[in-house]
């Protein structure tokens, strides 16, 4: 059974006994009757409950003239010199018509981008790294792109994509972009469920790992306390790690969107 962290607590105690009557009322299953609001889906909430507060403080500083350092990393996020901000990578795939997008696909990137970060603070998990937060990601991602072709080029028009460019090959085509398309459901849950959940493992298992040569170095005395500072080192190299994987795995589940976007509403 899952052990729950103090997030989860505090969330079931605010809202777990309307959440269990919704899900009694739907048939659902819960795995721990004592708290069904699960960890991962209490993490949701605060990541979210962080990004409200954080862009509502974010607003009442921005600046024209004077533009502090926060309103500046945000900024880069959108655009940068680089071109792999989000609406930079939005106008050189969508082209036309493209800022429309801009809302749901960014909202989407910052919020995995928050979610796999804020299991650097410690005692907090990542909500990606469990498969469910993730899969409804991708699901999001799916029926947006799949609404924006259809609102683009009306449902014939959307569906002409899945029986490719020559009408004789329409029959062999249709069945494999039906997998193609279904297939990316899975490409999006897996990949970053995978890398988030090996990312946190090994930050863990070597955190863990380091303690125990800590402590063991620390009882030899004056010159183990001063060689016990090397292993405590070593979980550094590997927040950096994760923190790397966290920015990667964000910016691959925003750019992929922007494509299947891009590929559902271009006109040839």
Known sequence: ME?????????NRLLGKPAAAVLAALHIPVAN???PISTAVSMELLVLVVAVLFFLW?????????????QQVMEMVLTNPMGVGIRD???????????????????????????NLINVIPTLDAP???VTVPLGCAIIVFVYYNFAGIAKRGLGGHGKHFLGPIPVMAPLMLPIELFSHSFRLLSLTVRLWVNMLVSEMLYVIF???MMSIYVALAKLGAAGHAAAVFPL??????IMLHIAVAILQAFVFTILPIIYVAGAVEEH
């Open 33 to 35: 009757p004592e708290y």
């Open 58 to 70: 974010l607003r009442t500083r921005l600046s024209v003239d004077r533009p502090g350092g926060t």
């Open 89 to 115: 990578l939005i106008h050189d795939n969508i082209r036309h018509g493209g800022e429309q997008y801009l809302p749901l696909i960014g909202s989407i990137g910052i919020f995995i981008l928050f979610c």
């Open 233 to 238: 080192m070593i979980p550094l190299i590997f």
């Open 3 to 11: 052990q729950p962290i103090w997030v989860t607590v505090i969330v």
């Open 128 to 130: 990606t790294a469990t």
């Open 207 to 209: 955190l863990g790992m």
